[in-house]
Structure formats: structure tokens, C-alpha cells
């Protein structure tokens, strides 16, 4: 694809061959960090979406390498809602990415367009969404920016999640922390947890998840301030308001989903993008069904509240100074005077008009690391007077005493409540099931088992995870919930031969796997329609979801039926066998079509199939007839004769013409055959 001069001349990467192989086309997009370009892979002749990161970026080897071990990383995940990752590379210091092109628009595109929809809708359009991160969750993968500019809405209808050149193994011990000073992340999207201390789990990408349901129902993104760390202030200290207060009468099912997707305590939230996609198809279910009150369901759906949280009678009050679920570490908005510097000199940061975009990297934003603001001084009560001096002399000495004593008993109680009856979770992850119930009774404690789930990285039959996790503090005599790894999770390909189209596909998606794209071929064997077989083939085991491809039967190829008629019979038999038809022959005199040669065919035009049978009428050449004796015979009677039987007739005058008008003789001569319509000459004497 040639661009214009002009676009070439204002971007240097157009018309650029990146790795010898990668010619860049034109630019799609251009982030904070990345431009993406729509390029062509001159190697494989394929159309591919190229991300280009700034230049500088590669000289700080650090970055080159994360960035090429998160390049790794993505490229792990096969998934037909994640936008595949093909390449990396660094060409003399330029640092890229190579992915899958998907043409169309983002779900940004959709909900400036058509925002709001309907609660249903919202759902299904979230659902392919959280498929795709719950096969990331389950490959020990966080996404860190889902954003509706990372969802891309194929053509043909297919929901792909870009971007995953953020996400990062779960136990990586590469995990950034606050203490870097540079939080990553799209701010409108992130979670508390991120925001105050860089740190994230499977929960964050719940919780960005949440807040796209939120401004699909809505219109509107749920935080709106006027720079991007007073929108990370809300994050931290305001609950995500109920849907229903823009869009009166959702069912309060719909607002206690995105309240527990949002929930600013990260144990309140669904543990994985996995169990809120449960949850999303629960309420889509009774939206389905026309459920106007389901306490039940509200009750499963809302986050977990702490006994005793003063915020779960009002969700929605902020009190600056009272002790949230997640610790202040970060400064009133009001108070920042300074910060790294990521908008233009001249940039107003536009929530709205978030630049990022559909293969963009996430806003990097700066998180500062505070001491929360002082509670102001009380006022002292108007009213009453003050106790005179000597009074207050007096009472002095017993004031500091009942003070020291009570500071004491709050000591020992504090330290009682709050450490001594506490012990730290050993770490039982990787063991066995019988080596951790030891390891855990030698620490006083006792273990239940979840739920055991699939794992890609634990082998079969050893600890995934625990509850509390390892190095947390639990009780004496407390219970350590541990989920068991029942190892990869993998799907056998079914036998799909001979099943039609329809039938291979329920059957796949009944085994967990994703019916791929048909390839139709002509088979002699197989009828239209059934299957061939299947790519890979039945029996190989695949990961959950995985795609397979169908070789679905077109039936018999069409054959060319060549016209023989008129040609020697010889030529036709053996052309047409040579092209798997059968061949059947009469035989039949005629008068015009000479002896060997093909009268007629049938059929001798269109086209039939392998074994169909061709018809073939071949010529003996013209019937044979006794020729009369006219010997003897006056010319007259003669003629009348061989007339009669079908003949020509020629006169000459003989060797010993006397003018008598008699037959001498004939020829041929009578009594032999010859073809009806052949000329019998008669000499005369």
C-alpha cells in the first residue's frame, strides 16, 4: 500500500522495513508511549498491526529488556478474544511489537456513539471481554490497563482485548511497587490498590472491568475530575456511585453487580475475571427474564463488608479523615504543588478525550507517597467556664495517672488484639496436600480445601494458592483455605468425521473448545456438508477454548464433460475414462456419419462427477441391401427396380450397344450389398 509523500514525510517510520521484514503502511494510532502502525509482513504476505515505542525508550536497557519479556509473556496467551501477539524486536534500538491486524472500531468508538445502552446489552458486550481476561487470569496473567480503547469490535463480529504489553505474571518477582514513583495505568480505569501502592492482582482487572459497565449504562465515566491524580483520589476515597442514580429504575441486582466489580477493597471484589463473568451472566440471565427484585441475587452480588464499617450504611460518604478500607497514601488532590510531568506545557487533561487509544499504552501518571492530612484542631465548646487555676492544679496529678493507666491497658489490649493472638501464614504453595496440612499444624493452624482448579504453571495435585496468603496474619488456630491444582486444563479434540457442520461444532463447544473457521474441500467420499476431519486431529489435547478448524466436504469435484461427437470412438472412450467417467456404447447404421465415428453423446455439454456413466452412439456406417438382378431387363423396369430397394441409378452404353434399351449387366452386379442410397450403374446393349 503506497501513502502519500505527505505522509511519509511527517511520520520518518512510514515506508520504513523494520527487521527486514515488517514494511510500515499507515499510522492507526499514537499513545504516551507507542504508535501503532497498520504494516504489512512481507515475509508471510499478511496485513499486521506494528507498535512502535518512542524513540529513547530502547536505550534504557532495563525497559528493553521488561518489555521484551512482556512481549513474551503476551505472546503466551492463544486466545480468539485476545488480539495474538506475533513478534518482537528491536531494530538498532527501535523497540516493537508485532500483532494481529483487527479492523474495525473500539468500544470507545461504540460508546461515544450509542452510550447509553441497555444493562442487557452492556452485558453481552462485556462478556467476550471478561473471556478473554479469565483466560489470561487462568494463564497467571494481569492485563494492568483494560480501558474500552484496548476492546476492539472486529468487522465481523468478533470482541478482541488488546494491549497486553502491560501484564505481567501474577507471582513475577519483577512487580512494581509504590515506591518506583511512577504508577502504570489509565487512570480512569484503575483500582485503589494500583493507585496506592502499584500493586495488582487478577482484582484490578475486575474492577476496570466494573467501571466499563458502569459508563456503558451510564454514558458517563464514574470519577470526573480535572486533572488525572484527582481523579486517582476518587479511586481511593469515594465508592463508585449505583448506575441507577443516572439511569432511575435498573434493578438493584444491576447496581450490587457493579458495586461488587468496583468494590474499593480488593477483597470485596469477584476474586478473577472468571467469577465475574459468572456473575455477569447471572444478572443477564434475570434481565433475560424480565426480574424486576431478586434479593437473593443482590445479596450474592454485593461486595463484602467489613462488621462494623461505617461506610456500608452510607457507601457513598467520604470522610477524609476517618480510616478507610485502603491505607491514605496518597495526598489530597488540593495539596499537590508539584509532579512528573506527563501532559504538554500547553495540554489540559480531558477525561472524555483520553488520547489513548486502541493499541495505545496506558497513561503513566505520577503516584505520590504521603502522610494522610492532620485532622484539624476541635474548637473548644462555647458555654461553659473554665475551671479556676488551683482546681485545676489539684486535679492535675490524678488526670496524668488515670491517663497513664489507661494508656497502658490500651497498650496491652492493643497488643493483644492486634499481635499476640496473630500468627504469620507459612507459605504451603507448590506442596502437596498431606506436606501442607503438616506444615500447617506444626504452625497451629488447619487447612480446607477449596475447590480444586486448573493451573498452567503448578503441577497437578500441589498448592495454587492460599487464604489467607503466605505472610499474612491469622489467627491462632485458624483455618488456611488452599485451592489444589488439578494441573493444565486440556480438552481431547473429538472424532468429527462424518458429523455435518452444525453437529461438529455443538460437539466441540460441548468439549470446552472454539469451533474454528469451516475449510471447505471436494471429497469423492464424503457428502456435501459432513466433515473430513479436523485440524489439529481428534484425540490432541488443547487448551480451554481453543480454537479448531473443520474440513467440512464439498462433495464430488465438478468434471468438464468434453463433446466427442463426430470423432473416432477410440479417442472418446479413452479421454473420457481418463477423466473417471464410465462409458456405455450402442452401435447404429447411418446413412451420413461414416463406420467408427460418434453419431451422438450423452450428455455432451456441462459437467458431471467422478463415475457418472456417458453414453456414447456410435456409427456402423449405412445399412447394406441385395442389389436386384436387372439383367436382361428392359432400362425402364430396371430402374423402377433398384429405385424401389433404395438405389442410385447410372446408365452407360455397353461394349456392343445395338440400341435395344436391355441391361447387360450391372454394377455392382445383383445378388451382392451394398449402402442403401449407393449408386448401381446399369450398361445397356
Known amino acids: 500500500m503506497e501513502q502519500p509523500p505527505a505522509d511519509r514525510g511527517s511520520d520518518p517510520f512510514i515506508g520504513r522495513l523494520l527487521d527486514g521484514r515488517y514494511l510500515i503502511e499507515r499510522r492507526i494510532a499514537r499513545g504516551g508511549m507507542a504508535t501503532v502502525y497498520e504494516a504489512r509482513d512481507t515475509r508471510l504476505e499478511r496485513t499486521v498491526a506494528v507498535k512502535i515505542m518512542h524513540p529513547g525508550m530502547g536505550d534504557d536497557e532495563e525497559f528493553a529488556k521488561r518489555f521484551k519479556r512482556e512481549a513474551r509473556s503476551a505472546a503466551r496467551l492463544a486466545h480468539h478474544n485476545v488480539v495474538a501477539v506475533f513478534d518482537q524486536g528491536d531494530d538498532n534500538g527501535t523497540l516493537f511489537l508485532v500483532m494481529e491486524y483487527v479492523p474495525g472500531r473500539t468500544l470507545r468508538d461504540l460508546i461515544r456513539s450509542e452510550s447509553p445502552v441497555s444493562p442487557l446489552r452492556a452485558l453481552t458486550l462485556i462478556d467476550p471481554v471478561l473471556t478473554a481476561l479469565a483466560a489470561a487470569h487462568a494463564a497467571g496473567l494481569v492485563h494492568r490497563d483494560v480501558k474500552p480503547e484496548n476492546v476492539l469490535l472486529a468487522d465481523d463480529g468478533t470482541t478482541k482485548v488488546a494491549d497486553f504489553g502491560l501484564a505481567k505474571a501474577i507471582n513475577s518477582e519483577t512487580q512494581a511497587s509504590a515506591t518506583s514513583g511512577v504508577l502504570i495505568g489509565t487512570v480512569s480505569y484503575l483500582s485503589p490498590e494500583l493507585v496506592v501502592d502499584g500493586q495488582a492482582d487478577a482484582r484490578a482487572d475486575v474492577y476496570a472491568a466494573g467501571v466499563i459497565i458502569y459508563e456503558l ?12 491524580i484527582q481523579v486517582a483520589y476518587k479511586h481511593v476515597h469515594e465508592d463508585i456511585a449505583p448506575p441507577s442514580l443516572k439511569v432511575p429504575g435498573l434493578p438493584r441486582y444491576v447496581d450490587a453487580l457493579v458495586a ?19 456473575q455477569v451472566r447471572q444478572v443477564a440471565a434475570a434481565l433475560e427474564r424480565g426480574v424486576v427484585e431478586d434479593p437473593h441475587l443482590v445479596a450474592t452480588l454485593a461486595p463484602a463488608m467489613a462488621a462494623g464499617d461505617p461506610s456500608a450504611a452510607e457507601p457513598n460518604a467520604v470522610d477524609p479523615y476517618a480510616s478507610a478500607s485502603l491505607p491514605h497514601e496518597i495526598i489530597d488532590p488540593d495539596e499537590v504543588t508539584a509532579s512528573v510531568r506527563t501532559w504538554g506545557e500547553d495540554e489540559v487533561y480531558d477525561q472524555e478525550n483520553d488520547p489513548t487509544s486502541d493499541y495505545d499504552m496506558p497513561l503513566v501518571t505520577p503516584t505520590p507517597v504521603v502522610t494522610p492530612p492532620t485532622r484539624p484542631a476541635p474548637s473548644r465548646p462555647t458555654g461553659v467556664a473554665p475551671l479556676p487555676p488551683r482546681a485545676r492544679d489539684r486535679r492535675r496529678p490524678l488526670v496524668l495517672l488515670l491517663g497513664l493507666i489507661g494508656l497502658v491497658l490500651i497498650a496491652v489490649l492493643g497488643w493483644y488484639l492486634l499481635i499476640a493472638r496473630y500468627t504469620t501464614t507459612p507459605s504451603v504453595l507448590q506442596m502437596s496436600q498431606s506436606a501442607a496440612a503438616a506444615r500447617l499444624q506444626q504452625a497451629g493452624l488447619k487447612l480446607k480445601m477449596a475447590e480444586p482448579a486448573y493451573s498452567e ?47 461438529a461444532q455443538r460437539l466441540l463447544q460441548d468439549n470446552a473448545l ?28 488443547l487448551r480451554r477454548d481453543a480454537a479448531v478448524d473443520l474440513i467440512v466436504s464439498k462433495g464430488p469435484k465438478p468434471i468438464d464433460i468434453p463433446d466427442f461427437e463426430g470423432k473416432r470412438v477410440e479417442q472418446a472412450v479413452k479421454a473420457l475414462r481418463k477423466l473417471g467417467f464410465r462409458i456405455s456404447q450402442t452401435k447404429s447404421y447411418s446413412d451420413t456419419v461414416a463406420e467408427g465415428l460418434v453419431i451422438s453423446q450423452n450428455p455432451n455439454a456441462g459437467t458431471g462427477f467422478r463415475g457418472d456413466t456417458i453414453k456414447l452412439e456410435v456409427s456402423q456406417g449405412p445399412r447394406l441391401v441385395r442389389v436386384p438382378d436387372t439383367r436382361r431387363m428392359g432400362v425402364d423396369a430396371a430402374r423402377r427396380l ?22 447387360l449387366r450391372s454394377d455392382p452386379p445383383g445378388g451382392t450389398m451394398a449402402p442403401r442410397g449407393s449408386t448401381v450403374t446399369l450398361y445397356l446393349v
Do not use: C
Not at 260 to 278: F, K, M, S
Not at 642 to 663: H, N
Open 217 to 228: 449504562m451510564t454514558g458517563e465515566k464514574p470519577h470526573k475530575a480535572d486533572s488525572p
Open 642 to 663: 433398384l429405385t424401389d430397394a433404395g438405389f442410385k441409378v447410372r446408365t452407360l452404353r455397353s461394349d456392343v450397344w445395338i440400341g435395344l434399351q436391355y441391361v
Open 457 to 503: 504453571t503448578v503441577a497437578k495435585g500441589t498448592i495454587i494458592s492460599t487464604d489467607p496468603k503466605p505472610g499474612s496474619r491469622i489467627l491462632d488456630g485458624g483455618t488456611v483455605t488452599a485451592i489444589l491444582s488439578q494441573g493444565p486444563e486440556r480438552h481431547a479434540v473429538p472424532d468429527l468425521r462424518g458429523k455435518s457442520l452444525d453437529a
Open 514 to 541: 472454539t469451533p474454528g473457521r469451516p475449510i471447505e474441500r471436494y471429497n469423492e467420499q464424503v457428502a456435501a456438508g459432513k466433515v473430513i476431519r479436523s485440524l489439529p486431529p481428534a484425540g490432541e489435547l
Open 260 to 278: 461488587g466489580a468496583t468494590a474499593r477493597d480488593a477483597a470485596g471484589r469477584p476474586r478473577d475475571a472468571g467469577a465475574l463473568l459468572q
